[in-house]
């Protein structure tokens, strides 16, 4: 495997249900994000882990939870979702230095196409 | 708050033309801003990447330019393919944040 994998590649759930996305990084990157694409909205970023510690969380909510073991694994947990959590979910990874100055470039794996009836 | 806008939404150009998909951010202050390519139902490829203190990158038929000081940025495609036809992605990193901000993306046609 190379770059970003996530898995499942597609995933229908109830809104009682609970499930994980998973995501990998196999380029050596030590930052990891989560984004949602909804239809007709630009891409929003969820989570981001760097050096496995969670650094920013824009006030999403608490049924998805983010859990990131070791800088190559990265998870989504949902629970309780509703019907417009239906969305793209996208996992991407760079490599960022110490400083702001230092960000780079972000590569993202392809996707979990999640539909909550 | 930094809000990104990309024009034309959508645009459909015969094969081999050149072309030009424009992007435009609120906040000047920026530390890099990156072109994507999406296909549908796909996740992003990234395209290039300029840091702040760079005018250009080329890679291959693309050229992307950004001018920090108004607030623009520019995707040229030159000799455009059917292959080409997808959704092209601008992102800028904000001076104070981590995450990308998107714009809504334009969709690009390229008819054989």
């Known amino acids: 495997e190379t770059g970003v994998t996530q898995t499942p590649r597609h995933l229908v759930m109830g809104m009682t249900n609970k499930k994980s996305l998973k995501c990998e990084q196999h380029?050596?990157?030590?930052?990891m994000y989560w984004y949602k694409q909804s239809a007709k909205k630009p891409l929003e970023l969820m989570f981001v882990?760097?050096?496995?510690?969670?650094?920013e969380n824009n006030s999403v909510p608490s049924r998805f939870s983010p859990e990131c073991p070791n800088s190559s694994h990265l998870f989504l947990h949902l629970h309780t979702l509703q019907p417009e959590d239906s969305a793209l979910y996208l996992c991407?990874?760079?490599?960022?230095?110490?400083?702001?100055?230092?960000?780079?470039?972000?590569?993202f794996g392809p996707g979990t196409r999640l539909t909550v009836l | 708050k930094q809000e990104v806008t990309q024009i034309p939404a959508a645009l459909s150009v015969p094969e081999g033309e050149n072309l030009v998909l424009n992007c435009s951010f609120t906040?000047?202050?920026?530390?890099?801003l990156q072109w994507f390519r999406q296909d549908p139902g796909k996740g992003l490829t990234s395209l290039l990447l300029?840091?702040?203190?760079?005018r250009e990158q080329t890679s291959g038929r693309l050229n992307a330019s950004l001018d920090k000081s108004s607030g623009r940025s520019t995707l040229y495609i030159a000799a455009s393919q059917p292959g080409d036809s997808a959704t092209y992605l601008c992102?800028?990193?904000?001076?104070?944040?981590?995450?990308?901000?998107f714009g809504s993306g334009t969709q690009l046609t390229v008819l054989p």
């Open positions: 991407a990874s760079s490599q960022d230095g110490t400083g702001m100055s230092s960000y780079n470039e972000q590569f």
């Open positions: 380029l050596g990157h030590n930052a």
């Open positions: 882990y760097s050096l496995e510690e969670r650094v």
């Open positions: 906040d000047s202050a920026i530390y890099n």
């Open positions: 300029i840091q702040s203190s760079q």
């Open positions: 992102a800028v990193r904000p001076g104070s944040a981590r995450q990308l901000t």
